[in-house]
């Protein structure tokens, strides 16, 4: 079991849009829709903004947004603001009641 | 208001057990899957361990497969993790998180376990 690949970071000045990419293979974001992406800022709980690939759970804003393509998820924020600077995580299950997460990637906002 | 609060984490040395709970409060516990993902300082999150909503079923990561054990009292809206023959890369923040819809919805704060 070793890690979803996502890239280690990314930066974009307040407004723009920044994406981050999750690859997985064909036993996890290949196969399941059960991909999700958590915000989490140092010292605080993780806070999930995105499941089901590309759903939004209520309150999270609309500039988060999800999608997948073949072994691969994608994060996007677009309109980065200065709170959205954090680490972002995605997540696959992986079959049999098994979760994977990526490495993460820490988002810096210029 | 979903809240999970974690307790139970601690210093031991290594091959040595501790028992983490998390209660929880806010919905309905009976009826949710639960999860332990943990984070070593500096790094990324991992999941650790799953339990269905009546405990009938778990599953873990191959690294606490065999020492590590979940469960759960849903009289007391409570999950555990039993952790047997600890090591030092089992020092980590462990939190717990309900499911919703196979993804971590909501988190407690987690509770540190240093194996040293």
């Known amino acids: 079991q070793s890690a979803l690949t996502q890239s280690r970071s990314v930066s974009g000045s307040p407004g723009q849009s920044v994406t981050i990419s999750c690859t997985g293979t064909s036993s996890d974001i290949g196969t399941y829709d059960f991909v999700s992406w958590y915000q989490h800022h140092p010292g605080r709980a993780p806070k999930l903004i995105i499941y089901?690939?590309?759903r939004r759970p209520s309150g999270v804003p609309y500039r988060f947004s999800g999608s997948k393509s073949g072994n691969t998820a994608s994060l996007t924020i677009s309109g980065l603001q200065v709170e959205d600077e954090a680490d972002y995580y995605c997540?696959?299950?992986?079959?049999?009641?098994?979760?994977?997460f990526g490495g993460g990637t820490k988002v810096t906002v210029l | 208001e979903v809240q999970l609060v974690e307790s139970g984490g601690g210093l031991l040395q290594p091959g040595g057990s501790l028992r983490l709970s998390c209660a929880a409060s806010?919905?309905?516990?009976?009826?949710?899957?639960m999860h332990w993902v943990r984070q070593v300082p500096g790094k990324g999150l991992v999941w650790v361990s799953y339990?269905?909503?009546?405990?009938?079923?778990?599953a873990y990561a191959d690294s606490v497969k065999g020492r590590f054990t979940i469960s759960r009292d849903n009289g007391k809206n409570t999950v555990f993790l039993q952790m047997n023959s600890l090591r030092a890369e089992d020092t980590a923040l462990y939190y717990c998180?309900?499911?919703?819809?196979?993804?971590?919805?909501?988190w407690g704060q987690g509770t540190t376990v240093i194996v040293s």
């Open positions: 339990i269905n909503s009546d405990g009938s079923y778990t």
């Open positions: 998180a309900r499911d919703v819809s196979y993804a971590m919805a909501a």
């Open positions: 997540c696959s299950h992986t079959g049999s009641y098994t979760w994977m």
């Open positions: 089901d690939v590309s």
């Open positions: 806010g919905f309905d516990f009976s009826n949710a899957w």
